[in-house]
């Protein structure tokens, strides 16, 4: 049973456009959401988190928006760039936990 | 910058025999993690250390994977005898505590030929 839901799989964007990558959890007791980045060959990076108690986090262009009512996350990336290519992942955690990680999105940021 | 140390990047071993992985944690990091991350998903837990004492083994295939972390600080996944499926990227975190933010080294491609 996948824990964390991650949408759209690939994802193609103009330069300077925005990006918008979606998670859905069910599990109320994660208390920790971050994002991490990919590129190809390389380990994840954390890219930016939030807890449950805010419903926004902001870092440079990066945003994580949090419903905790709807159960959903989303990272958005503001005027994407060429180097925003990457894949990306959503994951989260219970206090003290693995994180778990959803299933990744292929950003391609296109000039 | 402090880093998770892995080796090696890569690894081609043919099927049924033994391979070994190493990690080396941030300095200071008392939980580590070993992660499985298949072509196209996202990684998945295989075993976490909190010091040299295992925390979470339930993933692990343990009739062919072991782990150890003897003196609370570098690791050694192994794998005996590796099969097919087993053809992955193999992940190391770190992290102070298992609250923490965890950090990835840069992974162990494995091939199983």
């Known amino acids: 049973q996948q824990q964390v839901k991650q949408s759209p799989q690939s994802l193609i964007v103009q330069k300077g456009g925005i990006s918008i990558i979606n998670c859905a959890y069910e599990?109320?007791?994660?208390?920790?959401f971050p994002w991490y980045q990919q590129f190809p060959g390389k380990g994840p990076a954390l890219l930016i988190a939030i807890r449950p108690d805010v419903s926004e986090k902001k870092e440079g262009r990066f945003t994580i928006s949090f419903n905790k009512s709807a159960k959903q996350f989303s990272l958005h990336i503001m005027d994407s760039q060429p180097g925003d290519s990457a894949t990306y992942f959503c994951?989260?955690?219970?206090?003290?936990?693995?994180?778990?990680f959803g299933k990744g999105t292929r950003l391609s940021v296109i000039a | 910058e402090a880093e998770v140390a892995q080796s090696p990047r890569y690894k081609i071993t043919e099927k049924s025999q033994a391979v070994a992985f190493w990690c080396d944690p941030i300095?200071?990091?008392?939980?580590l993690y070993w992660y499985r991350q298949i072509l196209g998903q996202g990684p998945e837990l295989l075993v976490q250390f909190q010091d040299e004492s295992v925390v979470d083994d339930s993933q692990l295939p343990k009739d062919r994977f072991s782990a150890e972390r003897l003196k609370g600080v570098d690791s050694t996944l192994k794998i005996q005898p590796a099969e097919l499926g087993d053809s992955a990227m193999y992940l190391c975190?770190?992290?102070?505590?298992?609250?923490?933010?965890?950090?990835f080294g840069q992974g162990t491609r494995l091939t199983v030929v």
């Open positions: 994951a989260a955690r219970v206090l003290n936990t693995p994180l778990v």
């Open positions: 599990n109320t007791a994660f208390d920790y």
């Open positions: 975190a770190s992290s102070f505590n298992r609250d923490a933010e965890a950090f």
């Open positions: 300095s200071g990091h008392a939980t």
